[in-house]
């Protein structure tokens, strides 16, 4: 599976919105962003800084970035839009008939006037000429002052291209798990049960979203989202579904109340892992079977080569041959020996009504 | 935490547990922290964020065992089918352990690198080592981060093994103390570039790489036979022992002589197990075509006079100091010089006559050139250029070896009305690139005195001119790999400058009609180099002949000679390569 430019752009908007940075601009194309503390810190690799402003207690500078979603229609519509302009022809209005985008006009603007040498950022790859104003002799450019190190710091706008397979992302993705995967959730009741008569019974449900990795020297990945009701001992695989019609809230809402448990957390834990097991021994095995096959070829042709040089009578030589022998064997095993591990990705109670 | 229960659940609800053909492993770090932000009453995680990682995920999610994953990856990096088939085969074929064999400029790095992404992407490989030659080293980090956005660092300080993905140099990384931290550690990842340094089984690096503990291993070279089939059998060896039986099986089964296999059809079924070569003008890689023109200049009467004037002193000075080529380095860098412009003799002279003691009787006769070198007022080669390029009216670059020379055909080319941009060593990173970029935007002209190191990749220029001739051919192939390279979509035209009557179309002759190396398949070179260097480096070779010769006959039939040793290891080569792989 892959992401395109508009799931990507939906996803780091998530992330932005749920750590409270502010955004400056925004386009289908791109979004200016100056990161909240908490976000910064996930995501600038600055351990000294903060460490800094921990300990004197400064107002903390975060820093900005325009992460670009699609940098070669970005691109594109800079340049676009700069030829009007260099030729005194600039007529906004003209301009976003061009680019067919009133928002995205004036993100250029901001590209072109910040950064006309030319943008030095770590994530982008490739449009490696950016646009430049065409009137400055190559002289000038030539004796000009080369920006060497990226631009960072406060007041800086750095730009980086954020797509599917980027680092950013990815880091994104990991600092949107460090802060959500462990959970405690109640069903949002709406506005009418405040009012109603009668307290809704609320049923506590362990969820956990699993990762089962099924490896040998290759590899393949499931997840499974299940929930164990921790009162009645019932397990759903579809958890996943059971959550999406609902709306979530980590506060207890009013005039409810939650069933005490019947099953402590770790016996919910064992239910799901037996009942995850159960549903994995279903599989197809052939992998790992072939992959044993592999490993006991590889084996039998290790055995034969060492059995001929183990003769070897030197005793200082033999023993190290006999090493070399049991790394490679050991080697070998931890190369092709099939296995299952399960993690969870996400996991916590959800409170929900009772049905 | 304790809870009261007021009823158990029925035992029976839990049915035994079934048991798997695999090892199964449950991680249960969730629960502790659970349980822990339960007595504590939080801090609870965000639901939006917590989906948001839960999108992650499933977009990363490796759903088939045999579907190359790290395609998508991937961005700004189109790699060609035969790299992607490498890459396909060694997963799924070679199980990660393979000799990555394809010819120069095919781009063996671009394999090993989808190869690492995807055993990362899977999460089969996490610790990586990566050993390539000192002068590597930085290109590697950098490819890695640019193209594959792969966190690779280069080892630094001792401290630098304890990251994931290190790149380091294989004579560092031997040593102690070095040696014995690799040792303690378990690699999921080997890669070793350059892995002809491991054909001999005795040296340490063979012993030290073979003492790695390593899952997956990738072993690039170009050249896996270079002398004698039992340097094939050791990189085997290195990689999966007993693969084409010991030492005995194979010198009974595969082995004539020392180059010449037999049962090649068995020795290739066995060997494409192991190892991928893929060579040019095979499949969807074509390189487009060398076209060479030689353009032959004569010298104007002061400049002429200029050049007897230099070859005359040289020669003197040879013979006065009794042969003794490392005292006279400087002063056949002056004969090569005035091969290319006043300007660069002018420059060498004046630092010699600084160097020498005030009442030196050679002062006089170098004040007498520096004479000479005031009378030549225009240069013949700098005019002709400034006219080709005019006459192509396209993107140029021109190589020159000297600093004075670039200078002075910057300011010359300025004053004809051309746009050029400089390149030379000593600029640092950032300034090449600027450089680079000037150069595919807007200026015709690149004037370049260094065409080795990396990242200099020109494809969308094919015009090149010689306007001096380096005397060490890898250096001239290096000027050439800069537009002749894959991406590449037109032929490549080489001009080489050269004035009649000079040493420089003496040299000319050598590499082009002797070693037809303009034309020649790229990597081949090096081979036949290596092999002639065996006794003194060709640069050398040609210093000689120059400087002792008497005149013109005896200077030709010893570049001849040369010519000849060299035109013969070539043909040979190809024979022994073509039989064996």
């Known amino acids: 599976m892959t992401l395109s430019p508009q799931q990507v752009r939906k996803q780091v908007m998530d992330y932005l919105e749920a750590t409270d940075c502010s955004i400056i601009e925004t386009s289908p194309l791109h979004v200016t962003v100056k990161l909240s503390p908490r976000a910064d810190q996930m995501l600038t690799d600055r351990p000294y800084y903060w460490g800094f402003v921990e300990r004197t207690g400064v107002e903390p500078e975060t820093l900005s970035f325009t992460f670009v979603f699609n940098p070669e229609q970005y691109d594109s519509q800079a340049e676009a839009a700069l030829v009007p302009r260099s030729s005194g022809l600039g007529n906004p209005g003209l301009m976003r008939a061009d680019t067919g985008n009133g928002i995205a006009s004036k993100p250029v603007e901001i590209e072109a006037a910040t950064e006309p040498g030319g943008i030095i950022s770590a994530g982008s790859v490739g449009s490696p000429a950016p646009p430049g104003n065409p009137q400055d002799s190559i002289l000038s450019r030539y004796f000009g002052v080369v920006p060497a190190l990226p631009r960072i710091g406060p007041g800086m706008i750095r730009r980086e291209d954020v797509i599917y397979g980027s680092k950013r992302l990815r880091q994104i993705w990991e600092a949107a798990r460090e802060e959500g995967k462990c959970l405690y959730l109640f069903e949002d009741p709406g506005s009418r049960q405040r009012t109603t008569l009668f307290s809704a019974a609320y049923e506590p449900w362990l969820g956990v979203y699993y990762k089962v990795e099924m490896s040998c020297d290759l590899k393949r990945e499931e997840l499974h989202f299940m929930g164990i009701s921790l009162v009645t001992g019932v397990i759903t695989y579809e958890f996943g579904s059971k959550l999406s019609p609902l709306k979530l809230t980590p506060r207890l809402p009013e005039n409810v109340h939650v069933q005490p448990l019947e099953m402590s957390v770790t016996a919910g834990a064992e239910q799901l892992e037996a009942s995850l097991t159960a549903r994995l021994a279903e599989l197809d095995y052939s992998w790992a079977e072939e992959a044993r096959e592999r490993l006991r070829l590889e084996l039998a042709i290790i055995d034969v080569y060492y059995e001929e040089l183990l003769k070897e009578p030197d005793e200082e030589k033999r023993k190290e041959i006999e090493e070399q022998y049991a790394r490679r064997r050991q080697e070998t095993s931890w190369q092709y020996e099939p296995q299952i591990a399960v993690s969870a990705v996400t996991y916590g109670l959800f409170h929900l009504r009772k049905t | ?581």
């Open chain 2, 1 to 581: 935490m304790t809870q009261l229960f007021r009823n158990s659940l029925p035992a029976g609800a839990s049915q035994p547990a079934p048991v798997l053909p695999v090892p199964l492993s449950f991680n249960r770090n969730w629960l502790q922290d659970l349980e822990s932000k339960l007595d504590k009453g939080g801090p609870w995680g965000d639901w939006r964020l917590s989906q948001l990682a839960v999108q992650g995920e499933e977009a990363g999610l490796v759903s088939s065992f045999d579907e190359l994953q790290c395609m998508k990856h991937l961005s700004g990096l189109s790699p060609l089918p035969h790299q992607i088939d490498t890459a396909h085969k060694v997963l799924f074929q070679m199980s990660g352990r393979a000799i990555l064999a394809d010819e120069v400029g095919l781009g063996k790095t671009i394999e090993a690198g989808l190869i690492l992404k995807e055993y990362l992407v899977r999460g089969l490989v996490s610790k990586v080592l990566i050993l390539v030659p000192a002068s590597l080293v930085l290109q590697w980090v950098r490819e890695l981060n640019a193209k594959f956005g792969i966190s690779a660092i280069a080892q630094k300080k001792a401290y630098s093994w304890g990251n994931d993905i290190v790149v380091a140099s294989l004579d560092t990384a031997k040593r102690d103390p070095h040696k014995e931290v690799l040792m303690n550690n378990e690699y999921d990842m080997l890669i070793i570039d350059e892995a002809h340094k491991l054909k001999n089984k005795k040296s340490t690096n063979y012993q030290f790489v073979q003492q790695l503990r390593k899952k997956y291993c990738l072993l690039l070279t170009a050249t896996p036979v270079q002398n004698d089939l039992g340097e094939l059998f050791n990189l085997i060896t290195l990689l999966k022992p007993g693969q084409l039986g010991n030492q005995g099986d194979f010198a009974t089964n595969f082995v004539v002589d020392k180059r010449q296999p037999k049962n090649e059809e068995q020795l290739r079924g066995e060997l494409s197990k192991l190892m991928i070569r893929n060579r040019r003008g095979e499949g969807p890689v074509n390189f487009t075509k060398r076209k060479v023109r030689n353009i032959p200049l004569t010298l104007s009467e002061e400049e002429k006079r200029l050049y007897d004037g230099v070859t005359a002193f040289v020669k003197e000075q040879y013979q006065e100091a009794g042969g003794n080529l490392s005292s006279m380095l400087s002063l056949v860098t002056l004969q090569r010089e005035v091969c290319s412009s006043r300007d660069a003799v002018f420059i060498t002279l004046v630092n010699l006559i600084k160097k020498l003691p005030e009442d030196s009787p050679k002062r006089d006769r170098m004040m007498e050139l520096l004479q000479t070198i005031r009378t030549v007022k225009a240069n013949t080669k700098a005019e002709k250029t400034l006219s080709l390029i005019r006459e192509m009216n396209e993107k140029v670059i021109v190589f020159t070896e000297y600093r004075a020379t670039q200078e002075y055909l910057l300011q010359y080319f300025r004053e004809g009305g051309l746009q050029c941009v400089t390149y030379s060593g000593g600029m640092n990173r950032g300034k090449k690139d600027w450089m680079m970029d000037l150069f595919r935007g807007r200026a015709q002209v690149m004037i370049a005195t260094e065409a080795g190191g990396e990242g200099i990749n020109l494809q969308f220029c094919h015009h090149m001119i010689n306007f001096d001739l380096p005397w060490n051919p890898m250096r001239v192939e290096q000027r050439i790999g800069r537009v002749h390279r894959l991406g590449q979509q037109n032929d490549v035209i080489i001009y080489n400058l050269s004035t009649q009557g000079t040493i420089e179309e003496h040299i000319l002759h050598l590499l082009h009609e002797k070693i037809n190396m303009f034309e020649m398949v790229i990597g081949g070179l090096d081979v036949i180099l290596e092999k002639f260097e065996k006794k003194e480096s060709l640069e050398k070779s040609l210093y000689k002949i120059m400087l002792e010769s008497q005149d013109e006959e005896q200077l030709r039939s010893g570049l001849n000679h040369i010519g000849e040793s060299l035109s013969q290891l070539n043909t040979r080569i190809k024979k022994e390569s073509e039989t064996i792989i």
